[in-house]
């Protein structure tokens, strides 16, 4: 009896010896994995935003002395544009649609102003939006290393949910767009590229 039960226990032993050896291999061989991020968006992407899918058809950056932000641009079901811009380091994005500068019912005097005072507000579809930030910056199209000049000015409301945001290139014409914030949170990035069987131009 005694013989069997140290059998019993031998076995018992090297069942368990086995599992864990088994459990240690499975652990080294599972292939390692890392969380994407906004930054490694290339156009091909596909990210869902709140539950909704869109495709990344461009990606640009912004450069400001030491700064930089980067944006991307971005189309839906609907095909409808959007631009979804960030900072590496910030964990709100903003997801705006470009809309008519002549819109906002601003002025190129206005901007001046803003400028001079260092703050400013105007109303739009019944929001008020405040002066936030403002500067010269470069547009890096697609990630081009010279860039575009350009000023911008950026605005949000009591909340800081919604935005708008104002670009004056160095021809002197205005774009505008309009949108929200976004946490980061809310951002699953469901592939950064194309596949390698996609041709993208």
Excluded: C
């Excluded at 019993?8 to 599972?30: C, D, G, M, P, T």
């Excluded at 008020?128 to 910056?137: Q, V």
């Excluded at 949108?179 to 699953?188: E, L, Q």
Aim: charged letters at 30%; hydrophobic letters at 35%.
């Amino acid at each position: 009896m005694l013989t069997f039960l140290i059998i019993v226990a031998i076995v018992i032993i090297a069942i368990l010896i086995w599992s864990l050896i088994k459990q240690k291999k499975e652990k080294q061989e599972k292939p390692k994995t890392s969380k994407l991020s906004l930054d490694d968006l290339r156009p091909g992407g596909i990210i869902s935003i709140t539950g909704t899918d869109y495709l990344v058809e461009e990606r640009n950056r912004y450069s400001a002395g030491d700064s930089e932000w980067f944006e991307v641009k971005l189309t839906g079901d609907a095909s409808e544009t959007w631009w979804l811009s960030w900072e590496s380091d910030d964990e709100q994005v903003s997801l705006t649609m470009e809309i008519e500068f002549r819109g906002l019912g601003l002025t190129p005097g206005d901007f001046e102003t803003f400028d001079e005072e260092g703050q400013g507000e105007f109303e739009y579809e019944n929001v008020t939006y405040h002066l936030s930030e403002w500067g010269e910056a470069r547009y890096h199209r697609q990630d081009e290393p010279v860039g575009d000049e350009m000023y911008y000015w950026d605005f949000y409301d009591d909340d800081g949910v919604n935005t708008v945001g104002v670009v004056q290139w160095a021809s002197g014409a205005y774009n505008a767009y309009a949108g929200g914030v976004v946490s980061k949170r809310h951002i699953d990035i469901l592939r950064a590229e194309a596949e390698e069987e996609e041709e993208w131009t």
